[in-house]
């Protein structure tokens, strides 16, 4: 071959490889500054949330904790006592009361909503008849806000006049005292927060939603009973949406205990619907102690986390 041909043909494939060498280079140019410029995007997105978590979350958590060792009333600067607060705090019968109660409210409508809400969500999961009906209506009770469903709680519960009381004596059955029976008033908070398990069921309805049917069906033709599919298919995949369901409901059951307790009973009878949240409103702005207010919030902190760092333990790390 002449060898003007070959010099032209080498000449080429140098001047192909740099082309894609420069093309190569170029592409992954662009590829970084579209990855920081999306970073940039990504955290220009998160500014607004992290300046409103600043503000309303750290720094009041932050305040909490050090006006827990003061003496504070509002009217005055704050005086630093050191750890006199906690020490009132644990020896104070009411609050000791105030967790007691807290602590069985907890136990007893978290368990009962997570297994309200999963075995509505299996039993309404398929489409028909009048399911989207009763879906809605299981929703329903969660849209009501917080004060007018303690009003409607007030009037259901009521022992002289409602509804709940005379219906059991029309059947014969014993009409319990809800509103000046101790342990009545407890189980009466937890029947109201029961019956709001709109947000769990949504959950659990869309967890089921994402198992795929294949292993349903292959179940059935090796001839798995519904026990055992529920064992060994539903159960396995709901377990990080129950995990997260019931972190959630720890950290908001405590939270939402207050509008109750306060509207219907303010605590009574005997402390006996006494929780935490409602007992740390009363000492901080009935009795402008903020200081000791703040030492019980913080109590109520270290409550919740050991609670949850339980349920991780047991639960998170199967």
Known sequence: M???????????????????????????YNLVMFQLGYRRVLWLFLLPYGIGMTILITIPALSTAVL???????????????????????????????????LFFVGAAVPLRLIGGL?????????????GVARTAVFIPTLIPAPAYALIGLWFFNPVYGPLNLFLGAAGLPQPAWLTDPWSAR????????????????????????IPRAYYDLARLQGA????????I?????RPWLLLFVVRDLLLSLQNSFVPSYMITYGGPYYATTFVPLLVYEIAFDLFDL??????????????????????QIWGRE
């Open 291 to 312: 200081g000791l207010a703040a030492a019980v919030l913080l109590l109520l902190f270290a409550v919740v986390g050991l609670l949850i760092w339980n349920v991780w």
């Open 187 to 210: 189980w009466m908070m937890v029947f109201l927060a029961f019956f709001q398990l709109g947000e769990g069921f949504i959950l659990f309805f869309v967890a089921l939603q994402t």
């Open 119 to 131: 075995l509505l969500a299996l039993l309404l999961n398929r489409p028909r008849g009048l399911v």
């Open 68 to 102: 827990a060792f003061t003496e504070y009333d509002a009217l005055s600067p704050p005086t630093w006592v050191g750890g006199r607060n906690f020490g009132l705090m644990f020896t104070s019968p009411v609050v000791r009361q105030a967790l007691f109660n807290s």
């Open 225 to 232: 009973s519904w026990w055992q599919m529920f064992w060994y």
């Open 234 to 238: 539903t159960l396995p995949f709901l």
């Open 2 to 28: 002449d060898d003007g041909l070959w010099l032209r043909c080498l000449v080429g494939i140098e001047l192909s490889c740099r082309g894609a060498s420069w093309w190569l280079a170029t592409a992954r």
